[in-house]
Each structure stands twice: as structure tokens, then as C-alpha cells.
């Protein structure tokens, strides 16, 4: 077991409870277990480094490849958009919410192990009502990655989740998944070209 959770894991707690719990949860520093629109998702505070590293370390992720950021609202995302052109932001403004992940040019907010070995960041904001009712409960942006170990299958439930994690997490938000078959296309901002479809 990795030394990274804060709390034991719960996947039986009630949507409020679970909520609270994700958040005081989050707030310390722990990684928790959520429902998005296709797969369910692991996240952390994108402040926290230490709690960025753990994600990475219960992953088995890559750190040079970065990580995707997730928000209940465009407006969540301001201190990450500060600076940049007005036609950029209108390109994001438009295709969100849904499962859009556009790589914005960092403009020195994103934490090193989030942005990876690249110079922009991932963002993409949700129209998961799960993921928007967490973002807002925790007043800000998750880390949003897969749950599953790198290059296994992502889980597609709690049970999943739990067989693959087991206590190393901070908590498991219950909920349903958004129906989505496939992971977000991913464009880079800057020339609009699609990198993941």
C-alpha cells in the first residue's frame, strides 16, 4: 500500500456525505475516486504538489506527460486563462461544457507535475453533473485523470475502482457515469489542431 491516503476509503457513503468527504478529503491533501462523463476519474488538489505526486505515484503515471484539469465553469478556470487573448478565450467559451480538453499555454499557474514536460496545460470543463456538483463543493478545478493504472483499462465502476486501488484512497464519490463511449478530444488552442480524438 502506498502511504498516500488521508481518510479510508468509503464508496458507501450517501451523495452528501461522500461530497463533504471528497472535499475535506481533497483539502487535505488526499486523492479520491469520481464518476465523469465515460470512465470514472481519479483526482487532487492541482495546488497541492504533494497530493499531485501521489496521484502520479497511485497511477503509475508518467510525470512528463502531464495532466488534465477539470472545472464546473469556465470562470473556475480565470486564474489558469489570465493573459490570454480574447479570441482564444472565446474558442474555449464556445465549445465548453463537454468533452473538449484544449491545451492552453501555461501562463506560469500550473504547477510542474500538472503541466508535465509541456508548456501549456489540459483543461476542459465538465457538463458531468457529478463532476460539476464536486468542483463546486471543492470552489475550484480537479486533477482529472483515468482511474486505472497506466496502460490498463480505466474502471467503470466503484467496485472497479476499489479492486484496483483498495485503501490508498482518500475517498470514492458515488454517482453514475455521463454515458460518454470515448475519452475528451483533445485540441491544442493555439492552432486548433486535434491531438486525441
Not at 468509503?10 to 456525505?17: H, K, R
Not at 465553469?73 to 486563462?81: K, R
Not at 499555454?105 to 501549456?120: A, F, I, K
Request: aromatic share 4%.
Amino acid at each position: 500500500m502506498l502511504a498516500c491516503a488521508v481518510f479510508p476509503a468509503g464508496a458507501a457513503l450517501t451523495v452528501t456525505d461522500t461530497l463533504e468527504t471528497a472535499v475535506a478529503a481533497l483539502r487535505a491533501g488526499g486523492v479520491i475516486a469520481y464518476p465523469t462523463e465515460g470512465v470514472w476519474g481519479l483526482g487532487c488538489d492541482p495546488d497541492n504538489d504533494a497530493a499531485v505526486e501521489c496521484l502520479l505515484r497511485l497511477k503509475r503515471r508518467d510525470p512528463a506527460k502531464g495532466l488534465i484539469l477539470v472545472a464546473a465553469s469556465i470562470e473556475q478556470f480565470a486564474p489558469w486563462l489570465e493573459g490570454l487573448a480574447p479570441e482564444l478565450h472565446a474558442r474555449l467559451a464556445a465549445s465548453w461544457p463537454g468533452p473538449n480538453t484544449w491545451l492552453v499555454p501555461d501562463n506560469g499557474r500550473t504547477l510542474g507535475r500538472v503541466r508535465g514536460e509541456h508548456d501549456c496545460v489540459a483543461l476542459r470543463v465538465s457538463d458531468h453533473p457529478g463532476v460539476i456538483a464536486l468542483c463546486q463543493a471543492f470552489g475550484g478545478p480537479l486533477v482529472s485523470t483515468s482511474a486505472n493504472r497506466a496502460s490498463d483499462p480505466s474502471a467503470m465502476s466503484a467496485e472497479e475502482v476499489q479492486a484496483i486501488f483498495g485503501t490508498t484512497l482518500d475517498a470514492i464519490v458515488t454517482g453514475e457515469l455521463g454515458g460518454l463511449n470515448r475519452p475528451s478530444t483533445i485540441r491544442d488552442l493555439a492552432s486548433g489542431q486535434v491531438l486525441r480524438i
